[in-house]
């Protein structure tokens, strides 16, 4: 790693740094590392700290002059679906369903699902239990 110098391992070379700068290691063991080519020296990682701390305001400002104000407060607003999925946990109970059969099916590609929808109406003939409902199935939705 000492004697090759690509941007790959020059990035680890920073990262490693800056990790071992956020642990507490010390400048002396820093550049000791450096010297031997394991890392980058303490004042790279300060220099690249203060590059960040100086970018952020300007980056900030790009940010918030990208959005409309209503883009930004959407852009900080957490959904809460609970009301919804208590309001309509009726209609995920399994009343009134009918065990079609059992088949083990592996379901890696589309004619996988249409043979097991084939049993499902298979069934249908029989039975018509599916009169008057509607049943989930594939469809192009690029007409």
């Not at 309509?88 to 589309?110: D, F, N, T, Y």
Request: charged share 25%.
């Amino acid at each position: 790693m000492a004697g090759i110098n690509n941007k790959h391992v020059n990035n680890f070379k920073l990262e490693l740094t800056l990790y071992l700068a956020e642990s507490g290691e010390t400048c002396d063991a820093i550049n000791a590392l450096s010297s031997a080519e394991v890392s980058v020296t303490h004042q790279t990682v300060y220099n690249y700290k203060k590059k960040i701390a100086d970018e952020h305001p300007i980056r900030m400002a790009q940010w918030n002059s990208s959005f409309s104000n209503f883009d930004r407060i959407k852009q900080l607003l957490t959904y809460f679906y609970d009301n919804t999925i208590e309001e309509r946990k009726e209609e995920c109970k399994m009343k009134g369903a009918i065990l079609v059969g059992v088949k083990e099916q592996q379901l890696h590609s589309m004619q996988d699902y249409l043979n097991a929808l084939n049993i499902v109406f298979n069934y249908n003939k029989e039975i018509g239990h599916l009169v008057d409902n509607v049943v989930p199935g594939p469809r192009n939705i690029h007409r």
